[in-house]
């Protein structure tokens, strides 16, 4: 037969998820950290590799980085879970609290992989949507959750694309008014330098995401992570793939998380980027950013799909949300090296007074 039969009909109006990376001499679109792991922490990693057995399959769930991150948060071994990238544990919500006949609370604009997950897993998605300076309707999402109908939320802080925290109050709020799964989504947290992670105790429905992609360099590796109640927990382990993490990840995990302070420095050096970056930007006329807490930047332009078009043909990649749906005319920055900062706001400054 030269035809095929329809795939699953959730699958009709989702669009494969597209991160729009395009090669350029500067990238800052995608929130990496830019710089590399350092050479010594990398050599340390490729032994740890080389004593890798491939042909063995790897600790399911990778109990000695299990281990490692729960010591350092206070945390118990069953309180922690590792994931294929934060991108899979939040999959892995949507399979244990969505699914069909069950709700998801989100305020966008925010991260659109938390939309297609639901989407991909019949869950029904309730929006409601942030104010026009991108900080969540507080009253709206507590008066939405007291129907009770509610079973997952997410809230993403520092949110991405639009850079600021939720407040905690807010979330300590929405944690009493619901028994609803809250995530709280800290895949920035090293650079906000704010946890809810305190709270876990009081409220069994807490779970905060964290990622090595950001912070600790590890985009190109796959390592997220939850902390949560065991019970929580617990419900996770029911819907995971047996051996996602694989054990070249889970050698290098160690080996990075091990050498965490290292990338203290760097982390220092880009928060204040940040805020050297936030300055400039406002002061270009026509040029309106948004505060952030992360290591990204959003802003609004005149003509923004032109301004990105512009930048990238001077080889500056970054991301364009300018048709996105509540992010109209925005563009976002991630926080490069101090170079690549200069190059970027020189060419933004050229096109925008041109
Ligand atoms: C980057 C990111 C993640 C996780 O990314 P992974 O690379 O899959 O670990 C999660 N949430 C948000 C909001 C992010 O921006």
Known sequence: MNTVRKSAPQ???LVPYDPKYLPAKIMNSANENPQDVEEQIKREAMSAVRNVKLNRYPDPLANELRDLIAEANGLDRNQVLLGNGGDELLFNLALAYGGPGRKFLNMPPTFSVYQNNAQLTGTEVVNVPRLVDYSIDEQAVLDR?????????????????????????????LLDATDALVMVDEA??????????????????????????????????????????????????????????????????KVVFQNRAKFEPGIIQIISERQRMLEELAAIPGVDPYPSDSNYILFKVAQAGQVWQQLFDQGILIRDFSKARYLE???????????????????LRQIVTA
Request: hydrophobic content about 40%; aromatic content about 10%; overall charge neutral.
């Open 329 to 347: 005319g925005s563009l976002r920055v991630s926080v490069g090296t101090p170079q690549e900062n200069d190059q970027f706001l020189a060419a």
């Open 188 to 253: 920035y947290f090293e650079f906000s330098r704010t946890t809810l992670r305190p709270y876990l105790m009081q409220h069994q429905n807490l779970v905060l995401l964290r990622t090595f992609s950001k912070a600790f360099s590890l985009a190109g590796v796959r390592l997220g992570y939850l902390l949560g109640n065991e019970c929580v927990i617990r419900e996770f382990l029911k819907v995971r793939q047996p051996y996602s993490v694989d054990a070249v990840s889970q050698a290098i995990g």
């Open 11 to 13: 699958l009709e109006q």
């Open 145 to 173: 959750v007291s129907q009770g109908d509610i079973d997952f939320v997410i809230v993403t802080s520092p949110n991405n694309p639009t850079g600021q925290l939720a407040p905690e109050d807010f979330v300590l709020k």
